[in-house]
């Protein structure tokens, strides 16, 4: 009946937008501003010095927590293990 509970106490292992969920719930709760957000992840190591370009494919889509600070922009917060 909690799936988030679940998710943060028992599981602890699942896509990332189960972490990006968990963390605008959590944010929230404190009375923090928070949204989830998606978008393609441009991974570091998969920078292409002879071209000069990150390759981003389908299978880059993540999910991430955004966290609204008082002069109104947006903070990123990365909760998912193994992201940048």
Same mark, same amino acid.
């Given at each position: 009946p909690n799936p988030v509970g679940w998710f943060l106490g028992e599981s =602890? =292992? #699942?896509p990332d937008y189960l972490f990006a969920t968990s963390a605008a719930l @959590? @944010? =929230?709760t404190l009375c923090y501003p928070a949204r989830v957000c998606l978008g393609y992840y441009a991974a570091p190591a /998969?920078?292409?010095? #002879?071209t000069g370009h990150t390759p981003v494919r389908r299978t880059d889509l993540?999910?991430?927590a955004e966290v =609204? @600070? /008082?002069? #109104?922009?947006w @903070?990123?917060?990365e909760p998912?293990? #193994?992201y940048e």
């Open positions: =602890r =292992r #699942g @959590l @944010l =929230r /998969a920078y292409d010095p #002879g993540h999910f991430w =609204r @600070l /008082a002069d #109104g922009h @903070l990123v917060v998912t293990p #193994g």
